[in-house]
């Protein structure tokens, strides 16, 4: 159905159509491939960057003194 209503019969066959679609239709997946490579090559990088930055944030923090265990007597 949907290939005759993008070649009359008139005008192309089923099989030429096809032959042409195949092609387009390889091409569209390939893209949409390295699209979805590309965006999880960029969150991975994301990722490590803030997980790097956390990572110092927590070793800073934990060279802080911790005022709220030192007033309450408790030591850690």
Do not use: K
Request: include cysteine; hydrophobic fraction near 35%; glycine fraction near 2%.
């Amino acid at each position: 159905m949907f290939l005759e209503y993008i070649a009359p019969r008139s005008q192309a066959s089923r099989q030429a159509v096809s032959q042409y679609l195949e092609p387009q239709q390889a091409a569209q997946a390939f893209r949409l491939e390295v699209e979805h490579r590309t965006n999880l090559e960029a969150y991975c990088q994301w990722y490590d960057q803030v997980s790097h930055q956390h990572r110092q944030e927590l070793a800073q923090m934990q060279l802080e003194i911790n005022l709220r265990a030192w007033f309450s007597g408790r030591s850690t």
